[in-house]
């Protein structure tokens, strides 16, 4: 059965930093597009950090320059270094995998930022 699952999430004060992480487990997802999406209460779901199988990234504008997505294919693993969060980055966190058609979703991890 193939999983993701996030994990780091958490309650931090504005000005703090998060790593979440997020394992997959049921296949290789190093040739696998991963990224990071988020959904804040009451609005859509937008796309946060991607990162292809090549290494290569995209940042979102909105977090460009606090956000860091990397991966560690040994370890099937793919994260999101945040720091200096906003309130505005109040939201849950889903990790995305994708190849061919096959798309993958995780069940999120909460991250609330208090001002």
């Known amino acids: 059965q193939v999983q993701l699952v996030e994990s780091g999430g958490g309650l931090v004060q504005a000005g703090g930093s998060l790593r979440l992480s997020c394992a997959g487990s049921?296949?290789?997802?190093?040739?696998?597009?991963m990224g990071w999406y988020r959904q804040a209460p009451g609005r859509h779901r937008e796309t946060v950090a991607l990162?292809?199988?090549?290494?290569?990234?995209s940042i979102a504008d909105s977090v460009k320059g606090r956000f860091t997505i990397s991966r560690d294919n040994a370890k099937n693993t793919v994260y999101l270094a945040m720091n200096n969060l906003k309130p505005e980055d109040t939201a849950v966190y889903y990790c995305?995998?994708?190849?061919?058609?096959?798309?993958?979703w995780g069940k999120g991890t909460l991250v609330t930022v208090s001002s």
């Open positions: 049921g296949t290789d997802f190093s040739t696998y597009a």
């Open positions: 990162i292809v199988s090549s290494g290569s990234t």
């Open positions: 995305n995998a994708e190849t061919l058609g096959m798309d993958y």
